[in-house]
Structure formats: C-alpha cells, structure tokens
C-alpha cells in the first residue's frame, strides 16, 4: 500500500529538491543549494510531497510581503494588495499518474483560504510551451492577466491568477 503525505520541507530534503528542480529546469530556474535556502527563507508556504518515505516533489510559495526580488513576482505585487505567488513546483516524473500535483495544489488551496488569501499567482512558459501547466492550471480557474518575456527573450511566460 502506498503511503502519501504532504509536510513543511526541512533541509535534508534540499539535495533531492535541488535534483527535482534541475530535472525540470526548462521550465523552472536554476537552483543551488544557496539559492533554494533564500527561497525557503523567503516562502510562506514550501512543501514536500513524500510518498513512501521518499520525496516526490515540492511546492513552493510566497506571500506579498515577501522581501522577493523577480520579475514575475513583481508583476502581481504591482497588481495585488494580497496575494500566493507560486515560485515553482516539480512532482518526479517517475511518480506520474499519483495526482500528487492535485494533492499539493489541493493543500495550497486550503492553506490560502485559512490564512486569508484571496489570490493565486504563477506563471508558465508559453515559448517554449508548457502544455501540461497551462492545463493543470486552468482546473484550477487560473487566467492569464499578462505576459511577459524573461532570460533575454529566450522564454516568454503567461502570468496567471486564481481567485478562491
């Protein structure tokens, strides 16, 4: 029987993060172990989804007040007094068909309404596209609100908002 829990990211958990991160860097941005330690620092919200004692991927998130220096969170503090900005989540393709991606979301969601936030912000790719995020997100009633070129024009993202 499969064991699946979702729990806050501690620091053994950063090697295997920093793996899952850099086996989808094309759709994410690079990380190191320093880099992943700012962001932890800097999230509200960063989970690990374990399933059977071994972590599957992670979720990880901040909110407005964060001291968080990106274009892409930048464009929905401009836009929004509160807000979820989702920085990045990444489920190990070796556990695909878990719906472990819905479970974490699915958190994310209940973690929101509990603390008062009204909106969810992310952004994926769409040059080069990333068709699997454009249709995860839009079950959960994310919509584009802009656009915007990143990396020196080598991806342009569409940037997405939830109400819940």
């Known amino acids: 029987m499969t064991t699946i829990n979702i729990r806050r990211t501690e620091a053994l958990d950063y090697p ?19 880099r992943l330690a700012e962001l932890d620092a800097l999230s509200n919200y960063h989970k690990v989804i374990v399933v059977d004692d071994a972590v599957a991927g992670f979720l990880l998130a901040m909110r407005e007040s964060a001291a968080y220096v990106n274009d892409n969170f930048g464009f929905f503090a401009s836009r929004y007094d509160t807000f979820l900005y989702i920085d990045r989540i990444v489920i190990d393709a070796g556990y695909a068909g878990l719906k472990l991606g819905t479970l974490l979301y699915n958190n994310l969601f209940d973690y929101a309404r509990n603390n008062g936030v ?11 596209p990333n068709e699997p995020s454009r249709q995860f ?27 819940i």
């Not at 839009?138 to 656009?147: H, P, Q, S």
């Open 16 to 34: 295997k993060i920093i793996q899952l991160n850099e086996n989808a860097v094309q759709h994410t941005s690079t990380m190191d172990l320093n």
């Open 137 to 163: 997100h839009d079950k959960y009633g994310f919509k584009e609100i802009g656009t915007q070129w990143l990396d020196a024009g080598k991806k342009r993202v569409s940037l997405q908002a939830a109400l």
């Open 118 to 128: 009204s909106v969810l912000t992310c952004e994926y790719n769409i040059e080069p």
